[in-house]
């Protein structure tokens, strides 16, 4: 099955400063690569995603880069603030022809210093 | 409100007692899912259904079942509960972008059981 590593645990950058949060995946046929902000007690809830015929994506603050080849991709948040504080997820899945979850990675602890 | 709702909120209870999780969709998604956050925050896939198949991850234990009334719900059932399954329960749910939707899973509040 599918495994997604990600890097690095735990992030700590100064509040205007950029971050960026790295996964690696291993199945070949994931097609669609969701990142997903969970503040503590909260739900996961969607901040941007990309599919695998597309190489980034960008909304505001936020950039996603995805290197099929490489099976890799990552999240790019500039200008930092406070609220962005949080534990980022990525995830990978098959979409189209089937119910598929998402295989998770284990979460990055983002921390902005004021 | 258009969301994806679980009940309990809470859930607290003996070793070995039988429980039940209730998930609910407004969306009108086709699929729905149940996830299993630990305490160091992993979140993993424990089941994916829809009406045409239910796909279960394989180290989940049997004693875990998912019973769908109908399209709208998935409740999660636990038989002869254990220590390990404590944990922060999130039901989630999907529309396939073939069937008009996003792909986007959308995440239910999540359940927190305590087995003690």
């Known amino acids: 099955g599918e495994n997604v590593e990600q890097h690095p645990s735990t992030l700590s950058v100064q509040e205007g400063d950029s971050a960026v949060i790295k996964c690696t995946y291993s199945?070949?046929?994931?097609?669609?690569f969701p990142w997903y902000k969970q503040e503590l007690g909260k739900r996961p809830q969607l901040i941007i995603d990309?599919?695998?015929?597309?190489g980034e994506k960008k909304d505001q603050r936020i950039a996603v880069t995805l290197n099929k080849t490489a099976k890799h991709f990552s999240l790019h948040i500039t200008e930092t603030q406070p609220e962005d504080s949080a534990v980022y997820f990525c995830a990978a899945s098959i979409v189209g022809g089937g119910a598929d979850g998402l295989t998770f990675g284990k979460g990055t602890h983002l921390i902005i210093q004021p | 409100d258009t969301a994806v709702s679980q009940t309990p909120k809470y859930l607290v209870t003996q070793m070995g007692n039988d429980k039940s999780i209730k998930c609910e969709q407004n969306?009108?998604?086709?699929?729905m899912y149940w996830y299993k956050q630990d305490s160091k925050k992993f979140l993993k896939i424990m089941f994916s259904?829809?009406?045409?198949?239910?796909?279960i991850n394989e180290t989940v234990p049997n004693r875990f079942s998912p019973k769908s009334p109908d399209k709208a719900h998935l409740n999660l059932h636990i038989n002869s509960l254990e220590l390990g399954d404590s944990a922060v329960y999130f039901c989630?749910?999907?529309?396939?972008?073939?069937?008009?939707?996003?792909?986007?899973?959308?995440f239910g509040p999540g359940t927190r059981l305590t087995v003690l």
């Open positions: 259904y829809n009406n045409k198949e239910l796909i």
């Open positions: 990309i599919r695998s015929n597309v």
């Open positions: 969306l009108g998604h086709d699929t």
């Open positions: 989630a749910s999907s529309q396939d972008r073939e069937r008009g939707g996003t792909d986007t899973q959308y």
């Open positions: 199945d070949s046929a994931s097609n669609y």
